[in-house]
């Protein structure tokens, strides 16, 4: 079964009509925005709401720069190490040689500008949001359709972790580059393909995924017509290079080949062990788990898995497949905190395209109702684990 989506708007518009008038022009992408700006409002109140219930008298911005947000900020203000970092009993730490640079380098470029680092760190991220929004309104109208761009936009940013889209993380940023990529990808528009690439791989370590994709589309292109073939090659070698550039990078500073991968084990426990400890957090914690929060986690690692078989199944463009499962397999194939795994999965995309596409056919009232029930779970979801669960996303 075919993931297409067959609405009057596909079956009207032209393949050669650009992918702006398709998505509803100006009126199309700003409700995507106002889509977003609900979720985001809805988010702060009952994060707000939880907040006065606690009684740690943290406030509703502290609790959106902790964690991660202060590994950036440090590397935003102070810039990277020129080393290992070592612990008092001399062994090897974790430092912020492990965080891809472009968020804190934008963080520094708005903070120049007058506003404190905090300040700029939830500024970029806000504005990354939104072109968060925009961009997978494009991706998922050139893909399904003009409504499954709305409803993506709707389900990624409702999703249980979403919240991180509100932090200072890099989690919004990745996102807006990633499907921005790809629609630019899937419209043959290789130069913004290709700078939104090599963003992403700047970005995490997943944009290596992303990359690969871009590769994939490329050959695709070049397949169907060698004409001006090394516009979707170059852009795929743009992307490309953007991980292992970094990693070069951090290894001549450092003067160890292998030392990003060296401070991750030593900081987070991070490192590709082929699945077995995510197969040993669900065997454990599905038979004799008793905290809701890691057997929620476990569910939805598993809920995953079956909506990605699903997508998969119903055979999506090429590239997002590729994209999609390259980044589980990163996902799933590391040891590490497990729960930062379903944060580390928003950005997959894969996942989210059978509710996505389901939203899309069937009728509004039907989609909206659907949408807002995953939402109030997923916008508290969220809000508790800022609040109430101690540990880091």
């Not at 401070?263 to 599905?286: E, K, M, N, P, V």
């Amino acid at each position: 079964m075919s993931l297409a989506v067959e609405t009057p708007e596909t079956e009207r518009v032209p393949e050669r009509e650009r992918l702006w008038d398709l998505a509803g022009a100006w009126r199309g992408v700003l409700t995507a925005v106002g889509i977003f700006a609900l979720t985001r409002v809805a988010q702060l109140l009952i994060l707000a709401w939880m907040s006065a219930a606690a009684d740690d008298q943290v406030s509703v911005r502290g609790r959106l720069l902790v964690w991660d947000a202060g590994w950036f900020l440090r590397v935003a203000i102070d810039g990277y190490p020129h080393g290992y970092t070592y612990g008092a009993n001399g062994g090897l730490e974790g430092n912020e040689l492990a965080f891809f640079p472009l968020y804190p380098m934008l963080i520094r470029g708005v903070a120049a500008l007058g506003p404190s680092a905090q300040t700029a760190a939830l500024a970029v991220s806000w504005l990354a949001s939104i072109g968060a929004a925009v961009a997978l309104h494009l991706l998922g109208t050139t893909l399904y359709g003009k409504r499954a761009g709305w409803a993506l936009v709707a389900i990624c940013c409702t999703a249980p972790v979403s919240v991180v889209l509100s932090m200072a993380y890099s989690e919004a940023l990745f996102l807006a580059l990633v499907a921005g990529m790809l629609a630019a990808a899937h419209r043959k528009v290789w130069w913004a393909a290709g700078l939104l690439g090599l963003g992403a791989a700047l970005t995490r370590p997943t944009g290596a995924a992303a990359a690969l994709a871009l590769a994939v589309a490329a050959i695709m292109a070049v397949r169907e017509s060698r004409r001006k073939a090394w516009q979707p090659l170059g852009a795929a070698a743009v992307a490309l290079a953007g991980v292992p550039l970094f990693l070069a990078w951090v290894g001549l500073r450092v003067g160890d080949p292998s030392a990003w991968f060296r401070i991750q084990t030593a900081g987070w426990g991070t490192s590709f062990d082929y699945g077995a400890s995510t197969w040993t957090f669900l065997r454990q914690t599905l038979s004799t788990g008793d905290g809701w929060i890691p057997v929620s986690m476990a569910i939805m690692l598993l809920v995953a898995l079956a909506a990605a078989g699903v997508a998969l199944a119903g055979k999506p463009w090429l590239p997002l497949a590729v994209y999609g499962v390259v980044a589980m397999v990163l996902v799933y194939g590391q040891a590490g905190f497990y729960h930062s795994k379903p944060r580390l999965l928003l950005p997959v995309l894969l996942t989210l395209l059978p509710a996505t596409v389901a939203a899309a056919r069937a009728r509004p009232r039907v989609a909206v109702l659907s949408i807002a029930a995953w939402a109030a779970f997923g916008l508290w979801y969220g809000a508790y684990m800022l609040t109430v669960w101690p540990y880091t996303l």
